[in-house]
């Protein structure tokens, strides 16, 4: 069965600095797929970032960037120099087997302080 | 930007009442998804649908619920009977052919409160 983990329930963190989401997976499968997406308080989910199993570089879109570390089982988020506009919620989710479907993690709520 | 749209925005219906969410995925999309969100929690699974018919279904799909595409552009949910904890945020999605590399395009939601 596939599993994702998201232990810190809320973040707090500094305009214009750096912040890391983390994100753990359980999966028997060799090819999947694990994305972020952000949820503002609006209540929209947005997509923000993949990364494939065989991906061999780090994913990075904009402010974005995927820490994968397959061994690990972890593929972390990190937002460089947050931003106001960056207080959500932040849920990691993964899709695999061949399947269609993608489970999400119970998500963290990130505060972004002025 | 093309957007998936949902309607209605929030709905209020009677315990044992049938509901009829209702999805306009984004035109070109092939795989459509319902889920469900729970109070601000977990994102949950409910139904994946692909040419016309169901693909997966998660054990909260139970025969109360049911998914069409009636005339090509339309994606609805009904749910036959309601109870009080199907009270939730229901999101349709969508994405196209590159299924692996495609996160989803999420609808705005639909708020349903059961009383």
């Known amino acids: 069965a596939q599993k994702i983990t998201q232990t810190q329930p809320g973040m707090f963190v500094q305009e214009k600095e750096a912040v890391t989401l983390d994100c753990t997976y359980d999966?028997?499968?060799?090819?999947?797929?694990l994305f972020w997406y952000k949820q503002p308080s609006s209540g929209e989910m947005i997509f923000l970032i993949y990364?494939?199993?065989?991906?061999?570089q780090n994913a990075t879109e904009g402010r974005y960037s995927l820490n994968f570390q397959k061994a690990r089982k972890s593929a972390n988020l990190v937002i460089s120099a947050s931003q106001l506009g960056d207080s959500a919620m932040y849920f990691c989710?993964?899709?695999?087997?061949?399947?269609?479907?993608?489970?999400f993690g119970a998500g963290t709520r990130l505060f972004v302080k002025a | 930007e093309p957007e998936v749209t949902q309607t209605p925005s929030h709905q209020v219906t009677q315990m044992g009442q049938e509901v009829i969410l209702r999805c306009v995925p984004i035109?070109?999309?092939?795989?459509f998804y319902w889920y469900r969100q729970i109070l601000g929690q977990k994102v949950e699974f409910l139904v994946s649908?692909?040419?016309?018919?169901?693909?997966?279904k998660s054990e909260i799909f139970d025969d109360q619920f049911s998914v069409e595409r009636p005339d090509g552009s339309n994606f609805t949910l009904k749910i036959r009977s309601t109870k009080l904890e199907d009270s939730a945020m229901y999101f349709c999605?969508?994405?196209?052919?590159?299924?692996?590399?495609?996160?989803?395009?999420f609808g705005s939601g639909t708020r349903l409160t059961v009383v």
């Open positions: 035109s070109n999309h092939l795989y």
């Open positions: 990364q494939g199993s065989y991906d061999e």
């Open positions: 989710a993964m899709r695999g087997g061949g399947g269609f479907k993608t489970i």
């Open positions: 999605a969508s994405h196209d052919r590159e299924i692996y590399r495609s996160g989803y395009t």
């Open positions: 999966t028997s499968d060799q090819s999947y797929g």
């Open positions: 649908f692909y040419n016309n018919e169901i693909s997966e």
